[in-house]
């Protein structure tokens, strides 16, 4: 495979090497699937981080006057390697994270096609021009660079996340340092690989960093005055922090945390949607994506119906090993992921929740690890306090609704606002979800999962999902610095607003 690494090989604007055995400071990346040891990954020291850091500073001075255009011919050849190396890139993330083949070659080619979006987006990094009220002047609006991003990222999409922000702030023209997940720190280094190849044969300067660690590392660059964005995906709880070190330093943050989505089903929903959505929204990439379906609140009239339909179709899922095209969904992360799914669903059964499938780990000598887990559905009451959580398993928690307007409140009863979506064919249903008084979430489809969302949106939520928007649309403008400028092209100094001041 392409991305074996030597012993003690450093890669060019990597901090990070493969020590076989040492005592430094060390990831140890496993495999869920038979949780072999894959890999030690040495974490960087202060002084590397110091040295990368200068590094990243003096190679921005060069990359920025590389014209747009151009930074997108480098992002559009980084599109076409990873194109040529989609299968292993894919094996990589199964073995490491354990998503199903298909899932993460799924994931791969998101990266792709951010790719051919970043390229696009090099010729059209547009502003303003604008109304003077003053004779002989006019106003523009420019976008320029910002300097250093710094990008966290999670174990669940541990290769596409960071290229949402990092081929956009390339093209905006912005060196990344990339702070991979501790539980998938071969998939960083794997992309991080590719694009040292590329900068050298292109002859760029390094543009991307890798500096792999645990928690602290993103809390250093969270307090680093010379990263003027971090952009993090992850739990609340992390993106709180950040948020706080990135404030008072008054730095810029994008945040892409929690989900709790849900899908309400209603009386005139088409069945024939309905059972694939919200399995795939469920059970997919094992519930451990941030758009996964947590929540079905349903009509009542309707209510029984899915329910024997959910638990007929859990019946069918199959779970194994991931390599396997057969199996719908393969392990959890880890041990604690397990442990978490075990809690969450007592919690649920405690506070009056009835287990209508599943609720186990699966006990199997066929499997090499402990962390398959059963995918589960609970029939809940609305002041469930385990509806609250966001719990990374594939767990599914069945509520019941009267009116469409008590399925709104229910939708947005909880504290995280990633993606929601209604099963409904009519039209006033619909409208109402998406509209002002509907769901309170940064994505509210129609028809369609929570899950699954294309590269062309702006990606992110509201409330405890962190108010940032990554990905499409004109997300870009995260990624630069807006400068306004008045032109005076006259012989005379009319000031704003009429003020007459004379000397
Ligand atoms: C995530 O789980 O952090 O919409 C990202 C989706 C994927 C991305 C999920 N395209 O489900």
Known sequence: MFFQFNENETLPGALSCYHKYTSNDLLYSTSPIDNTLLARVSCINAEQYEKFVQIAQENFLKWRNIPAPQRGIFVKRFGQEVQNKKG????????????????????VQEIIDICDFAVGLSRQLYGLTI?????????????????????????????????????????CGNVNIWKPSEKTPLCALALHKIVSNLVREMNLPDISFVFTGDYKIGEQLSLDKRIQLISATGSTRMGRQVARNVASRLGKYLLELGGNNAIIITESADFNLVIPSVVFGAIGTAGQRCTSTRRLIIQESIYERVKEALVHAYKQVKIG???????????????????LY?????????????????????????????????????EVEKDNPIVQEET????????????????IEINNQVAQGLSS???????????????????????????????????????????????????????????????????????NLPLAQGIKFEI
Request: charged share 20%; proline share 4%; net charge negative.
């Open 342 to 378: 075990e809690k969450s669903i007592q919690s649920a059964v405690f506070h009056g929740g009835k287990l209508l499938y599943g609720g186990k780990r699966i006990e199997s000598s066929e499997l090499k690890s402990k962390n398959y887990v059963l995918p589960t559905l609970i």
């Open 392 to 407: 990374f398993a594939p767990i599914l928690y069945l509520l019941k609704y009267k009116t469409i307007q008590e399925a």
């Open 421 to 491: 979506a209604i099963m409904t064919l009519n039209l006033r249903e619909s409208e109402l979800f998406t509209s002002q008084n509907g769901s309170d979430c940064g994505i509210a489809n129609i028809n369609i999962g929570t899950s699954g969302a294309e590269i062309g949106g702006a990606f992110g939520g509201e409330k405890d999902t962190g108010g940032g928007r990554e990905s499409g649309s004109d997300s870009w403008k995260n990624y630069m610095r807006r400068q306004t400028t008045t032109i005076n092209y006259g012989i």
């Open 88 to 107: 292993e890139l894919a094996q990589l993330i199964t073995l490491e994270m354990g998503k199903p083949i298909r899932e993460s070659l799924g994931e």
């Open 321 to 339: 090993d991931p390599n396997d095209e057969q199996y719908h969904y393969g392990p959890l992360i880890d041990e604690n992921a397990v442990i």
């Open 131 to 171: 109304q003077s009220e003053r004779p002989e002047h006019k106003m523009i609006e420019n976008w320029h660079p910002l300097g250093l991003v710094g990008i966290i990222t999670a174990f669940n999409f541990p290769m596409a996340v960071w290229a949402w922000n990092s081929t956009i702030s390339w093209v």
